[in-house]
């Protein structure tokens, strides 16, 4: 097989994964917390000199550091991060990050995920409310009061999802390292009665999506092109013997 081909081939796969990366980011424009996907990708290199080819890498997943606009919802146990950091919940995979301040507390006390994992404070503990006391009052801080008592604290964390991230459910990831709390920062803080919408730019996507395809649909003609010329050569080389 001619090395236009294995060229061909690498973009197409190339394609494929970022393909998959924006209709990901599309089904997730309207979930709340949710850090759009991007992906990078690098020339891989094969040979010497002028017989050198470069590839399309298999690519690396990165997660988009913009913030999402914040939506009031009036909720008390509705809480969005304002700046660079992450809360922390407590699932059977470990703990996980997320933006997605979409809380509640059960009948113990417990402050809760939207999927009914235990909220962590600042010291990886679950987060214990006194359920007959009604919805905390929070501070710019995190810090939680209970009939004017500071009753726990929400934790603040910071995280860097890194390269090839691990997603848990849609707006949560798991990270690779122990995340560490956020502590003396005055630019880092939690509004209470919002959420984080999706920082998913949906026209944005939509126009790489079709670039995408169009992309790939190109790459797919150059394939059968080149796959004819070949033929042809073939043919008219088996003639001549």
């Known amino acids: 097989m001619q090395d236009s081909l294995y060229v061909a081939l690498s973009a197409q796969m190339a394609l494929e994964r970022r393909l998959d990366t924006i209709a990901d980011n599309v089904a997730n424009a309207n979930t709340v917390g949710f850090r759009a996907t991007g992906v990078k990708f690098e020339d891989v290199v094969s040979g010497t000199g002028q017989k050198s080819v470069s590839f399309a890498s298999s690519g690396k997943t990165y997660l988009s550091g913009a913030h999402g606009s914040l939506s009031e919802t009036g909720n008390p146990f509705d809480f969005a991060i304002q700046g660079d950091a992450w809360f922390a919940i407590d699932t059977p995979a470990g703990t996980v990050m997320t933006r997605d301040g979409r809380f509640s507390m059960n009948d113990n006390g417990e402050l809760m995920s939207l999927e009914g994992h235990p909220v962590l404070d600042a010291g990886g503990a679950p987060i214990q ?113």
């Open 129 to 241: 409310l006194d359920p007959r006391n009604g919805p905390p009052k929070a501070g710019a801080d995190g810090s939680l009061r209970q009939n004017d008592q500071l009753v726990g604290s929400i934790g603040l964390y910071n995280f860097d999802p890194g390269e090839n991230f691990v997603r848990y459910g849609n707006s949560g990831i798991v990270p690779s390292r122990t995340p560490e709390p956020v502590t003396d920062r005055s630019d880092v803080g939690i509004a209470q009665g919002f959420v984080e919408e999706s920082n998913v730019n949906p026209v944005m996507e939509m126009t790489r999506l079709i670039m995408v395809q169009r992309a790939f649909e190109n790459t797919a003609a150059l394939m059968r092109q080149t796959d004819s010329s070949t033929d042809e050569a073939i043919k008219t080389l088996g003639s001549k013997s």
